[in-house]
Antibody, heavy 117, light 107 residues
Framework: EVQLVQSGAEVKKPGESLKISCKGS????????IGWVRQMPGKGLEWVAI????????RYSPSFQGQVTISADKSISTAYLQWSTLKASDTAMYYC??????????WGQGTVVTVSS | DIQMTQSPSSLSASVGDRVTITCRAS??????VAWYQQKSEKAPKSLIY???SLQSGVPSRFSGSGSGTDFTLTISSLQPEDFATYYC?????????FGQGTKLEIK
């Protein structure tokens, strides 16, 4: 059974750093693109970034380029999304998503990130 | 970037109604379109991929059609559990943009 299990909710202050994770299981982690989708409170879905763990090729949505870093550790089948300097506007739910020829067939449960002073 | 324009943004319907949601891409995306259902900001659920293929386990009252720039999601006979928000997504070119969503409410 394919599963994407994300790390827990985070509460941070503006200016702090953060790294959230998504562990994949039940499939070949290096054979699928995996990425992060943001959903701000009451809003729609936006792709943040995506990575191919097989060769670590990463792509970023223009709105997020330079604001976050996506990475993957294929030895432990885990993808990450990292901020070096959080802003209040980063407050959102972040979903891990496995993208394939069938669209996003599998989603993580979501990680709530709250940035508040 | 490819923009996905979804309509309507909200829709009121009754159990048993036939409902259609449309999505237009700003440029051709072949059949690389998926549709998702989301309830109460839980993780979305995949319904349709490749414009018209039903994901495993999804009821047959859901169907998708289209290619190029114009796509539709149809629910043939609404059930109580179908009241949710629906999103289209193109995955032809990254960023794999979503439509803005259609909130389907009970009339």
């Amino acid at each position: 059974e394919v599963q994407l299990v994300q790390s827990g909710a985070e509460v941070k202050k503006p200016g702090e750093s953060l790294k959230i994770s998504c562990k994949g299981s039940g499939y070949s982690f290096t054979s699928y693109w995996i990425g992060w989708v943001r959903q701000m409170p009451g809003k729609g879905l936006e792709w943040v970034a995506i990575i191919y763990p097989g060769d670590s090729e990463a792509r970023y949505s223009p709105s997020f380029q330079g604001q976050v870093t996506i990475s993957a550790d294929k030895s432990i089948s885990t993808a990450y999304l990292q901020w070096s300097t959080l802003k209040a506007s980063d407050t959102a739910m972040y979903y891990c998503a496995r993208q394939g020829f069938g669209g996003v067939g599998f989603w993580g449960q979501g990680t709530v990130v709250t940035v508040s002073s | 970037d490819i923009q996905m324009t979804q309509s309507p943004s909200s829709l009121s319907a009754s159990v048993g109604d036939r409902v259609t949601i449309t999505c237009r891409a700003s440029q051709g995306v072949y059949s690389w379109v998926a549709w998702y259902q989301q309830k109460s900001e839980k993780a979305p659920k995949s319904l349709i991929y490749a414009a018209s293929s039903l994901q495993s386990g999804v009821p047959s009252r859901f169907s998708g059609s289209g290619s190029g720039t114009d796509f539709t999601l149809t629910i043939s006979s609404l059930q109580p559990e179908d009241f949710a928000t629906y999103y289209c997504q193109q995955y032809y070119s990254f960023p794999y943009s979503f439509g803005q969503g259609t909130k389907l409410e009970i009339k």
